[in-house]
């Protein structure tokens, strides 16, 4: 497929998200729906959430008209589309007005199902594990949608990777899997750069974590993209969100209750602006998607370096998070 066909689309549904976030931001105007300042909160600002509805509806549209493109059953994406539509729905009524989380994770919980009943054929253990991390990722991105450019930025960098990897071994539905995500979100962070005026909000944040489940096993069942490589790519994030979520929960606290404890957060309080959080964590992805790639074969399996990343990731946190506890007394985390 010509180079001119993949950059047209992709630009075409890039323009199509910035025109409808355009749009949703202007109802959320309308309707009052604001992010106000404070409290867990990191931005000084009233500030438009569930901007990132028009992205995600793009998104939508860009599945079938990839298979439609490429010629293939309704099977290849329609259980994508429903399980993501049914994530979209559950976070605009959130949005707009609270959802319990029994209901949201019961939502969560038939997407993600949906999603690996019908595109990876593994036995259940596997299965079992799948939706477990699928579930995870879709929270995680609740987690980390709480910085300015913070959750788009990784998403972007994620589907880029995934889309190049795949057009390069000739798997041209998750190349565009993956460029239709990194499309749609290049859209959207015209209006979520610092200083935002639109969050995405969780008619987004939870189903971009479902669109890179998705492209993890979509990779992993075609093989045309190791698995390792999104997980490194989102091991910064992968490990903030997992140890902040432990520690709450050894502490007693209500883990499932909004928060601004995760490393990100206490470094944006420490001082640093969105974009130097962002661009920190972005490094660490960088070097971690290095490792992977430059590990020696003789050295051992992949699962190795695997494990070195996360090691690495979770001392690194430790040490950081210990540092910025000891700075208290500087009032950098009241």
Request: charged letters at 10%.
């Amino acid at each position: 497929m010509d180079i001119q066909v993949w950059v047209g689309a992709s630009s075409l549904l890039a323009l199509s998200s910035m025109a409808g976030t355009a749009l949703a931001w202007r109802y959320a105007l309308h309707r009052q729906l604001l992010d106000q300042p404070g409290g867990r909160r990191l931005h000084a600002r009233p500030t438009v959430r569930g901007a990132g509805i028009a992205a995600m509806l793009v998104f939508l549209l860009a599945l079938p008209a990839g298979a439609s493109w490429l010629a293939l059953p309704p099977g290849s994406w329609l259980p994508l589309a429903i399980g993501l539509l049914a994530l979209v729905v559950v976070g605009y009524a959130d949005d707009h007005a609270s959802v319990s989380a029994r209901w949201r994770l019961l939502v969560q919980v038939m997407a993600s199902g949906l999603l690996i009943w019908s595109q990876l054929p593994v036995p259940l253990p596997t299965a079992l594990v799948a939706l477990a991390g699928t579930v995870w990722l879709v929270n995680l991105y609740n987690f980390i949608d709480g910085s300015d450019s913070f959750a788009a930025a990784h998403a972007i960098v994620l589907g880029l990777v995934v889309a190049i990897c795949a057009w390069q071994i000739g798997d041209v539905w998750l190349a565009w899997l993956g460029l239709a995500l990194a499309s749609v979100l290049l859209g959207f962070l015209p209006f979520n750069w610092p200083p935002a005026r639109a969050f995405m909000g969780d008619v987004a944040s939870g189903p971009i974590g479902y669109l890179a489940a998705m492209l993890l096993l979509l990779g992993w069942r075609e093989g045309s993209v190791d698995p390792l490589l999104p997980l490194a790519l989102l091991s910064g994030l992968i490990t903030d969100a997992t140890l902040t979520l432990l520690l709450r929960i050894g502490a007693g606290r209500r883990w499932y209750r909004p928060h601004r404890t995760h490393l990100y957060q206490w470094l944006r309080r420490c001082g640093l602006s969105a974009l130097q959080v962002c661009g920190l964590y972005l490094v660490w992805a960088l070097l971690a998607t290095l490792c992977l790639w430059l590990w020696p074969v003789q050295w051992g399996a992949a699962p190795v370096a695997f494990a070195l990343i996360y090691g690495s990731a979770a001392l690194l946190w430790w040490r950081v998070r210990r540092n910025l506890l000891q700075g208290r007394r500087r009032n950098c985390l009241a």
